[in-house]
């Protein structure tokens, strides 16, 4: 929990606060942006709530937290804020909140289908997300972007049976039950068409990226939304394996349309296919210019 005698000095006075543990992981100031902000190397609070939707979206953003850093020094609606997660963001896919320290506060994502549910990333395994997952039909699939936002797939593979896929080149000492090949697209399960796994090496050796419907594009830790630039961006000093890969593989998903950018980290981005093309070109053009 959260201690108040912790907390930064530049939290302005009121019910919520920030405390020394924060990690800047911005799940926080993405849930809340009216009530959080970015102070240096950690999250403060800048505006305290003063309507009841300011006031449930920090909750939320008390119970996504990965590392408890946020705290209010009087009681809340706990019961409606904890099942605030998934939250909707469109048609069958939502976001899944309750972010873990193990994937330094990474969001992860599920998506509703009659014929079985998919978890991509893992978030952290808390009582009342399995609940509310159970509620929405529970996970028939896990798959995983990368290496580093596997959290506590374990546990959700043992609650709910479902089996795990990853890219061999990420699979380390996982277990995983269906292990991604080589550089070319594949479906991660045989039988349906609407996902599609696009390997794109370069934050790690075996990072894909999930292309769903046409429309939705999970990217782990390839590509994000910059509001700095006003455009999409991968983050060169986090690409571990090789930013002159990582540049080569962005180019492959010109091949694609997609309206969404659903990251492990950074922003969403939600604009037209054609709007979206064009940003991804204008990053290319950026990520070149940094090699």
């Known amino acids: 929990m959260a201690n108040p005698k912790n907390a930064y000095a530049e939290n302005v006075p009121g019910n919520f606060f920030v405390d020394d543990t924060c990690i800047d992981c911005d799940l926080c100031r993405q849930i809340a942006p009216s009530v959080f902000k970015e102070e240096l190397d950690h999250s403060?609070?800048?505006?305290?709530p003063e309507s009841p939707e300011e006031a449930h979206r920090a909750a939320m953003a008390l119970v996504a937290c990965p590392t408890a850093s946020i705290g209010a020094r009087h009681k809340i609606d706990s019961v409606e804020t904890a099942d605030a997660f998934p939250e909707h963001i469109d048609e069958n896919v939502y976001f899944c909140g309750y972010a873990s320290r193990s994937s330094?506060?990474?969001?992860?994502?599920?998506?509703v289908r009659p014929e079985g549910n998919i978890l991509i990333d893992s978030p952290r395994f808390a009582r009342t997300l399995i609940r509310r997952i159970e509620e929405l039909g529970g996970v028939s699939l896990m798959v995983f972007s990368h290496q580093d936002d596997v959290a506590d797939h374990e546990k959700f593979h043992r609650h709910f049976g479902c089996p795990r896929v990853i890219h061999r080149?990420?699979?380390?000492?996982?277990?995983a039950e269906r292990l991604l090949e080589g550089d070319e697209p594949a479906a991660p399960d045989p039988e349906?068409?609407?996902?599609?796994?696009?390997p794109v090496p370069g934050h790690t050796r075996g990072h894909v990226v999930f292309l769903y419907r046409n429309k939705f594009l999970f990217t782990g830790d390839?590509?994000?939304?910059?509001?700095?630039?006003?455009?999409l961006i991968a983050f060169r000093d986090v690409a571990w394996y090789s930013w002159r890969e990582q540049t080569k593989s962005m180019k492959r998903l010109l091949d694609y349309r997609f309206e969404w950018v659903l990251p492990g980290h950074g922003r969403r981005a939600q604009m037209s296919a054609d709007?979206?093309?064009?940003?991804?070109?204008?990053?290319?053009?950026?990520?070149?210019?940094?090699?």
């Open 104 to 111: 330094y506060g990474a969001s992860s994502y599920l998506v």
């Open 222 to 231: 390839h590509l994000a939304w910059s509001d700095n630039r006003g455009g």
């Open 169 to 175: 080149a990420d699979s380390g000492g996982m277990l």
């Open 275 to 291: 709007s979206m093309h064009k940003s991804l070109v204008d990053c290319i053009q950026w990520m070149e210019s940094k090699s």
């Open 44 to 48: 403060v609070v800048s505006h305290q």
């Open 192 to 198: 349906d068409k609407d996902l599609l796994a696009i």
